[in-house]
């Protein structure tokens, strides 16, 4: 397990977690983002104009999708993610990327642990 320097896997660690990271964030964002038209669209409905209403609609629809194509590229990029000790893809498929949990290789059983995203001295 020690024949990968434990400073290419820190970098590893937060190379993946970071795009894990944005995928969730950006997730959420757009859950967030639904919310928004509907409650927004309850608040305006009597007190504004429908075009602007529909202006409002359109820039949030515009952050819906915004957000929905950065957690594409963000699942893409975790799905293609290679390995550091075997230089294979580090996750199966669709899917992996929906677990909050500390990842390993499918291949070798490498594992990348998160707390290198916040304490990069952390040693095992
Ligand atoms: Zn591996």
Redesign the pocket.
Known sequence: MNDVPPETIRSASRRYYSVRRTFWRFFIGGIFVIICVKELDQILQNRVDSAIRLVISFVLAMAFLACMIVVFVASRRSQRFR??????K?IPSIGSTWTFSDAQ??????GLERRYLRNGDAEA
């Not at 390995?83 to 294979?88: A, F, I, V, Y």
């Not at 290789?105 to 490498?110: A, D, E, P």
């Open positions: 390995c550091p000790r075997c230089g294979r580090f290789c499918i291949r070798c059983g490498l």
